[in-house]
């Protein structure tokens, strides 16, 4: 088993940068892929971005490319998730969470561990 903790979030300007870290322990981080998704107030938890184990290959929901990047420091036990250009329709709860394999990333239900959230809001 892997534990997820989340760290970052905070209020941001519409146009300003957000990083968040998510940490891992447990079992090597590096056995599991990396997903970071979000929720908003009254929406569906959605994916915005994840990662393969080595970091090699990474995916982006279509609306955040450019934008989110995904990125990991597997001998930290640490998943980022850099936010450029933030917009309000960003706000939402953040969740990190890990899971074997990237098989059909973008499912929810699919992946195992998660961490507790982290709020992130963006006033304009």
């Known amino acids: 088993q892997v534990q997820l903790v989340e760290s970052g979030g905070g209020l941001a300007q519409a146009g300003a940068s957000l990083s968040l870290s998510c940490a891992a322990s447990?079992?090597?981080?590096?056995?599991?892929?990396l997903g970071w998704f979000r929720q908003a107030p009254g929406k569906e938890r959605e994916l915005v971005a994840a990662?393969?184990?080595?970091?090699?290959?990474?995916y982006y929901a279509d609306s955040l490319k450019g934008r989110f990047t995904i990125s990991r420091d597997n001998a930290r036990n640490t998943g980022y998730l850099k936010m450029n250009s933030l917009k309000a329709k960003d706000t939402a709860v953040y969740y990190c969470?890990?899971?074997?394999?990237?098989?059909?990333?973008?499912?929810?239900?699919?992946?195992?561990?998660w961490g507790q959230g982290t709020q992130v809001t963006v006033s304009s």
């Open positions: 969470a890990a899971r074997d394999g990237l098989y059909n990333y973008y499912a929810v239900s699919l992946w195992d561990y």
């Open positions: 447990g079992r090597p981080f590096s056995n599991y892929a």
């Open positions: 990662s393969s184990g080595s970091g090699g290959t990474t």
